[in-house]
T-cell receptor
């Protein structure tokens, strides 16, 4: 079982739609969760962080965390073509994993006009 | 405010050679982590340096080694290069125990 697993892609949505990206993790002691956006050939860029159960909203982005289900999601409302990128879920595990980001394999999102 | 700076941006090496990649952390950051990202994959943690010591290490062979200098900059060394070492190498910096990582633009290493 992979430590961090993202829903298989690629994901294609029309402009203006909601894009939903999902991630599960195996370390129940994990405390910190992140979503990064990575454009082709570029480095990851942090777009959301979440540490508590529930929803966290920032502009068009909403991160959702459910520690009981070991599940993290990212919703992108009013998707734009500029949102087309690979989205990486990353987790900092508990115990000695502190400070180490474990990434999922990424989900490629394409927003078509 | 300078972000994380990595050099070089691109590098081509031959199998068996050795390579050194460099990273200068963001101003005010004292912790440097290195990641390897193969094409189509998520970044994989190599190791992390704090106070000039390797604090954590991922599942990478001893061919991968590093160093952190008193000014917090860091080097990643890879010996006996294999074709499979071809990847984007990312440096991320943070401040002590604070959670907030800034990534550099990466070094694209190609081993031929």
């Amino acid at each position: 079982q992979k430590e961090v697993e993202q829903n298989s892609g690629p994901l294609s949505v029309p402009e203006g739609a909601i894009a939903s990206l999902n991630c599960t993790y195996s370390d129940r002691g994990s405390q910190s969760f992140f979503w990064y956006r990575q454009y082709s050939g570029k480095s990851p860029e942090l777009i959301m962080s979440i540490y508590s159960n529930g929803d966290k909203e920032d502009g068009r982005f909403t991160a959702q965390l459910n520690k009981a289900s070991q599940y993290v999601s990212l919703l992108i409302r009013d998707s734009q073509p500029s949102d087309s990128a690979t989205y990486l879920c990353a987790v900092i595990g508990g115990g000695t994993s502190y400070g180490k980001l474990t990434f999922g394999q990424g989900t490629i999102l394409t927003v078509h006009p | 405010d300078a972000g994380v700076t990595q050099s070089p941006t691109h590098l081509i090496k031959t199998r068996g050679q050795q390579v050194t990649l460099r990273c200068s952390p963001k101003s005010g950051h004292d912790t440097v982590s290195w990641y390897q990202q193969a094409l189509g994959q998520g970044p994989q943690f190599i190791f992390q340096y704090y106070e000039e010591e390797e604090r954590q290490r991922g599942n990478f062979p001893d061919r991968f080694s590093g160093h952190q200098f008193p000014n917090y900059s860091s080097e990643l060394n890879v010996n006996a290069l294999l074709l499979g070492d071809s990847a984007l190498y990312l440096c991320a910096s943070s401040s002590g125990t604070a959670i907030g990582y800034t990534f550099g633009s990466g070094t694209r290493l190609t081993v031929v």
